[in-house]
């Protein structure tokens, strides 16, 4: 398994911006595909984006789409998440993963990524 360490966290104002990043160790990190997830107080895990191991894929939220990017750097072993245009309703503990299986594409599902970092806390005041 990797283990995911996530940062950038905090308090913004709506239309803000914050950078998410993770930082992986343990496995190769550029085997895997990797995403995010969030989860806002009282609701489910919700996907928000993800990017395949190759970086050649990535798929995003309907909610986030041209608002958030994903990227990775296999070189420093991180995944970033850039939240542009932030709104209240992004408040949410965000989660890094990692895909179960080696060489995937971008996926939004959550059971097929196997390793999950503790989670940021994002908050957006309006």
Known sequence: QLVLVESG?????AGGSLKLSCA???RTFSHYAMGWFRQAPGKEYEFVASIGWASGSTAYTESVQGRFIITRDNAKNTLYLQMN???AEDTAV???AAATRKFGGAMRSAPDFGSW???T???VSS
Request: hydrophobic share 30%; glycine share 24%; aromatic share 10%.
């Open 94 to 96: 965000y989660y890094c």
């Open 24 to 26: 992986a160790s343990g």
């Open 85 to 87: 245009s932030l709104k």
């Open 121 to 123: 806390q994002v908050t």
């Open 9 to 13: 966290g905090g308090l913004v104002q």
């Open 117 to 119: 970092g503790l989670g």
